[in-house]
């Protein structure tokens, strides 16, 4: 009988077993679910998305189920597709601060707003950041 690679020798150790690689997680359902939520707020099919990146419907179905994990590269080319920031994509670090998660996801309908809505949302985010400054000196 002749020994192959991932059955003798030193090749045991080094030789990937079946199914050794990383499972998907609850943080990879988290980025399936947003790039859904995002790609249906534009109105994209998954075909029309999987198109724009070059990969098939059927692996954007399981992006977006959690199934398979997304990788960094390909994270980056759905947000550019999705015309979103990657931080709207990704579920809040531990230890964030509250409200850092909302404010990720305001990132894509900011993008919507005309420049003049833009410096009316900014004026007020600096009122309450002042009001806020104001508060905490009392």
């Known amino acids: 009988m002749r ?3 991932y059955t003798s020798g ?3 150790l080094v030789a990937k077993k079946k199914g050794s690689a990383r499972k998907a997680s609850a943080v990879d359902v988290t980025i399936g679910e947003r ?7 534009l109105g994209l099919s998954q075909t029309a998305l999987a ?3 070059g990969i098939t419907f059927q692996q954007v179905q399981k992006y977006e189920r959690g199934v398979n994990r997304v990788s ?8 550019t597709v999705l015309e979103v920031e990657i ?3 990704l579920p809040p670090r531990k230890g964030a601060p509250k409200g ?3 404010l990720a996801a305001l990132a894509p309908l900011l993008a919507k707003i005309t420049p003049e809505g833009k410096e009316l949302v900014a004026e007020l985010v ?6 806020g400054a104001k508060t905490r000196k009392n």
């Open 126 to 131: 600096r009122t309450l950041a002042a009001r």
């Open 87 to 89: 931080a709207a994509l």
């Open 35 to 41: 790039i859904r939520a995002r790609r249906l707020e």
């Open 72 to 79: 960094a590269a390909t994270l980056l080319d759905i947000c």
């Open 3 to 5: 020994n192959n690679r």
């Open 10 to 12: 030193w090749h045991n």
């Open 100 to 102: 850092a998660d909302d």
């Open 51 to 53: 198109d724009e990146l």
